[in-house]
């Protein structure tokens, strides 16, 4: 029905949206469960060929789009759902509060004592890509690097197999590209962290705000992979840097689930 609807403008923007988050979940589990890209090209091909074979005003079309419109009846009323992950999901809220920062689009990840919450965070209408650390040891560190494969420099993942821990899951440090084919992004700002946007059992942490071209990137990514977020320190005896990685999972699918909303 996605390829119908970009042929014959079934649905309306909202719908369309919730259509994408539905494409952008089922490419992730194909994914995960072992389906190639280009098996799954051939698919969307299919997908595609059979929709352009078939009237727009066809009685066909109509019955498909009237069940996908009955099935988005109750898609729309939702305000929270999770994206599960190999080792982590995405937690997702619809609910908007002008009053106070919160998450819209979450995944929480430890670090060695350190604790992470990254994803779509705002007050209102707007939200920004966000990594919130805590920091046990009282660490403040002066910046941040967003670090994820360079798709230009590496058309496919790099999923280092051999590495498959005892629980048969890759590691999320294995999901990584080599140096050599990744890019970075720096944050827009950085302060001390909402209280409600903070890790749990966190009294204290910062928050960075990376530019939403580095979501859009993220995005693009094969779900199987991770990103790392590198804390930089000044002082040495800290430690220089402190990375915390982030499994992509369906981000795309739960960014689309967000502006799906009604």
Not at 23 to 51: F, K
Not at 86 to 97: L, N, V
């Amino acid at each position: 029905m996605t390829a119908a609807d970009e042929r014959c403008r079934l649905f309306t923007p909202d719908l369309a949206a919730a259509l994408g988050a539905a494409a952008a979940q089922a490419h992730g589990a194909a994914l995960r469960s072992g389906v190639s890209e280009p098996q799954l090209d051939r698919v969307e091909q299919r997908a595609e060929a059979a929709a352009a074979s078939v009237a727009c005003g066809s009685r066909d079309i109509a019955v498909a789009a009237a069940r996908v419109r009955t099935a988005f009846d109750g898609y729309s009323h939702l305000q929270s759902m999770t994206f599960q992950g190999d080792t982590a999901g995405w937690q997702a809220d619809r609910s908007i509060s002008r009053d106070y920062t919160m998450w819209r689009l979450s995944q929480s990840q430890p670090f060695g004592w350190n604790s992470l919450v990254f994803g779509l965070a705002g007050r209102g209408d707007s939200a920004g890509l966000v990594a919130v650390a805590s920091f046990p040891d009282g660490a403040r560190p002066y910046s941040a690097r967003l670090i994820l494969r360079d798709t230009q420099r590496a058309p496919q993942p790099f999923l280092n197999l051999i590495r498959v821990s005892n629980t048969g899951r890759l590691p999320l440090d294995a999901r990584m590209p080599p140096a050599d084919a990744t890019r970075a992004f720096f944050p827009e700002a950085r302060a001390d962290a909402d209280q409600t946007l903070l890790p749990r059992g966190a009294s204290s942490g910062v928050a960075f705000r990376f530019p939403m071209a580095a979501a859009d990137a993220i995005a693009r990514l094969d779900p199987r992979e991770a990103v790392a977020i590198e804390f930089l320190f000044a002082d040495g005896g800290q430690g220089a840097a402190r990375t915390a990685y982030v499994e992509v999972g369906d981000f795309a699918a739960g960014r689309a689930f967000l502006t799906s909303a009604r």
